[in-house]
């Protein structure tokens, strides 16, 4: 059985046919194919992008939508997840996310501190 013949629909590009790369032979003569096409390299190379080592360990996520109630999240990496709605709650976290960066104990070294 064949399929039933559908007429193309105004306005539609046809479809394009796939088509199967071909393999390159291999440098050395010795028949294999190579694996990757010309001109990709084949060592990774490391990476450019070293960055200046800062990396970000808290977040402070402020919403305030004109008319509506603002909302305040403090995250931290040590485990701190606070919440607050509403002008005075979310200006009292704002403060406080601010009180622990300074205390948070990813940002400040634990060396020598008092046991």
């Known amino acids: 059985m064949s399929t039933p013949y559908r007429p ?3 306005g539609h590009p046809p479809t394009p046919q796939l088509r199967l790369a071909n393999l390159a032979p291999a440098a050395s003569g010795n ?3 190579e694996v990757v096409a010309e001109g ?3 060592v990774v190379r ?3 992008q070293t960055g200046d080592g800062r990396r970000a360990v808290a977040w402070l996520t402020i919403t305030a939508p004109r008319g509506a109630t603002p909302t305040v999240t403090s995250v931290c990496q040590c485990g701190r997840n606070l919440f607050a709605a509403g002008h005075h709650l979310a200006l009292a976290l704002i403060e406080d996310h601010t009180r622990h960066r300074d205390l948070c104990p990813l940002r400040t ?3 020598g501190a008092a046991a």
């Open 31 to 33: 028949g294999a194919p």
């Open 109 to 111: 070294p634990q060396e």
């Open 40 to 42: 990709v390299p084949t």
């Open 8 to 10: 193309r629909l105004e």
């Open 46 to 48: 490391p990476d450019q």
